[in-house]
């Protein structure tokens, strides 16, 4: 069973652009949860996604955003990049059934220059 | 409101020496507790987890876990470190409350000396 991927591997952007971060679930989870883990910050829930529609969210500005395609893969996009926002970006699907479970991808290392 | 501890940032053991890695959780009822691992740069790997039955938890490379409901503790074991094994830890938490969430502590960093 494929687990979950994240693309690209690493992403480097200038302050001002716009960054698109890519997630596909494990085949049969149909919940994505995003987290941006910054440098001595520990794992921030940004987004959760399930079914379509945007569940939850974190303490982020408007310009972190994101979707989910009718196949259950979601994208994370950041808008008007700041140094700040350079982080290692996970993506989690949820595992549901006796315990649900998140499972993660390797991330998407987003730099900001 | 739900909470993860983990007391230690950092913990160095020798090679071959046993590890113990404490978490303390706050939350009401019987959570799910997890355990995961993360080398430099990568992504989350699940160790073990706990929901219900046998408080003692066997996870993948050996690791255990103990779930104590009396000290709200889900502590990591493991007899035999070895080098391979230094990463960060992070214990964490399910909750149920109108959908799944995750509470992760701060994570211990693990290294391990020769």
């Known amino acids: 069973e494929a687990g979950v991927t994240q693309s690209p591997t690493h992403l480097i952007k200038t302050r001002g652009q716009q960054a698109t971060l890519r997630c596909s679930p494990i085949?049969?989870?149909?919940?994505v949860y995003w987290y941006q883990q910054a440098l001595g910050l520990g794992l921030q829930f940004l987004l959760w996604?399930?079914?379509?529609?945007?569940?939850n969210r974190g303490n982020f500005p408007p310009r972190f955003s994101g979707r989910q395609f009718p196949n259950y893969s979601s994208e994370l996009n950041v808008n008007a990049l700041e140094l700040e926002d350079s982080a290692l970006y996970l993506c989690?699907?949820?595992?549901?059934?006796?315990?649900?479970?998140?499972?993660f991808g390797p991330g998407t290392r987003l730099t900001v220059l | 409101a739900q909470s993860v501890t983990q007391p230690d940032i950092h913990i160095t053991v020798s090679e071959g020496a046993s590890l113990e890695l404490r978490c303390n959780y706050s939350?009401?009822?019987?959570?799910?507790l997890f355990w995961y691992v993360q080398s430099p740069g990568q992504g989350l790997q699940l160790l073990l987890k706990y929901f219900s039955g046998d408080t003692l938890v066997q996870g993948i490379k050996g690791f255990e876990a103990e779930f104590k409901r009396s000290q709200s503790s889900f502590n990591l074991r493991k007899p035999s470190v070895h080098w391979s094994d230094a990463a960060e830890y992070f214990c964490?938490?399910?909750?149920?409350?109108?959908?799944?969430?995750?509470?992760f502590g701060a994570g211990t960093r693990l290294f391990v000396k020769a």
């Open positions: 964490a938490v399910g909750v149920r409350t109108g959908g799944f969430k995750t509470i």
């Open positions: 996604y399930d079914e379509g529609e945007e569940r």
């Open positions: 989690a699907s949820l595992g549901q059934g006796v315990a649900d479970t998140q499972y």
């Open positions: 939350y009401g009822a019987t959570p799910y």
């Open positions: 085949s049969g989870h149909t919940s």
